[in-house]
């Protein structure tokens, strides 16, 4: 009877981990994962260096540094050996005159019939020339222009047009599609839905194509075209998406607390943001492979704007500059694949909240 209950300390329950907890914010969560802070700075880090290369590098993408056939193909500066085929003539006799007087070295030279295939340095034929010493490290393109300065600018500028189309349909497409499924929630006519459907089912690449053709490129074309196409996806994913959240317990006590429309719909509005962000990094992607495949349709006035679309057919058409290739490649697969990532970390990091 003279027992008395008291508490016993248990030494095995574990203590929350409050670094863990989903009600911590959203960039904290995020943040807390060291390999969504390694995207995010390698993300930021291309980003900054495009930025700045297309503002601070000194040779223009559009004009050749030096108005002369020696800088036209040039390879890269680090590897400047070249083979190349010319007719027995002036440039020829020059070469060889060169090599005789031991100004250049003239690797090789096989000689057929009317031409002559030489292997040997262009920077040391330009040096010898003019006198002046050329480093252009992802060598020109068949004009002479430098194509470290038109990677900056079509990169950037393309980039640029990706992102501020994405950010047109995404705040776009997720506002009248959130708003359309709250106030209509399917009483919208089939009709509209039929045509938006069909819409979705051309496929993004023939659809772009089928509209640059009609209206020509510019960069202000380019950002309302991929807008346009991207934003029925968005729209119709927030439209059912939000269709669905008025089933929800939180949004039917949203109402009878009296709560505006209109706060409503921005609250859902956020919801539907994280949701479509993977949506949103797959139209950008197909907008890059849209504008990268312009250039082989010799849409109006393509060549008149740095364009990736101009880099890849450079490529295809000088294929032997490998520098230029890996660097263009690389970092087109690198840039979406850190898009991609990023989008799907924070989305995934909501979904769990």
Not at 31 to 40: D, R, S
Not at 93 to 101: G, M, Q
Not at 307 to 323: E, F, H, M, R, T
Request: glycine residues 4%; contains cysteine; positive net charge.
């Amino acid at each position: 009877m003279n027992k008395q209950f008291h508490f016993v300390p248990t030494q095995n329950i574990p203590k929350a981990n409050n670094e863990q907890s989903p009600h911590l914010p959203l960039w904290k969560q995020f943040f807390h994962n060291k390999f969504n802070l390694f995207i995010v700075i390698c993300l930021l880090l291309i980003i900054f260096v495009l930025l700045a290369g297309s503002i601070f590098y000194k040779n223009s993408s559009y004009n050749p540094e030096y108005n002369s056939f020696l800088t036209n193909n040039l390879p890269s500066s680090l590897s400047p050996i070249v083979s190349r085929s010319y007719d027995k003539g002036p440039i020829t006799d020059y070469l060889f005159y060169l090599n005789d007087h031991k100004v250049i070295n003239l690797i090789d030279v096989q000689n057929y019939q009317s031409t002559y295939t030489i292997t040997y340095n262009p920077y040391d034929v330009i040096y010898a020339t003019t006198k002046i010493k050329l480093h252009y490290i992802l060598g020109t393109n068949h004009n002479g222009v430098d194509n470290l300065a038109i990677l900056f600018n079509s990169f950037s500028q393309t980039f640029a047009i990706l992102f501020i189309a994405a950010f047109l349909q995404g705040v776009l497409g997720i506002y009248t599609g959130t708003a359309f499924g709250y106030f209509y929630q399917g009483k919208t006519s089939k009709i509209s839905f039929w045509i938006i459907g069909t819409i979705m089912i051309i496929p993004f690449l023939f659809l772009s194509i089928l509209l640059f053709n009609l209206t020509g490129y510019s960069f202000v074309k380019a950002i309302l075209i991929l807008s346009f196409i991207g934003f029925f996806a968005i729209f119709y994913f927030s439209y059912t998406h939000t269709v669905a959240l008025m089933q929800k317990e939180y949004i039917i006590a949203y109402k009878v607390l009296g709560l505006r429309p209109y706060k409503i719909i921005w609250r859902m509005c956020k919801i539907n943001l994280f949701n479509t962000l993977p949506l949103i990094a797959e139209q950008m992607s197909l907008g890059l492979i849209s504008l990268a495949a312009l250039s082989f349709f010799n849409i109006d006035g393509i060549y008149l704007f740095a364009n990736i679309g101009n880099l890849y057919k450079q490529l295809i058409d000088n294929p032997n500059n490998v520098a230029l290739f890996i660097v263009t490649f690389v970092l087109s697969i690198i840039l979406i694949i850190l898009i991609k990532s990023l989008a799907y970390k924070i989305a995934q990091i909501f979904w769990r909240r």
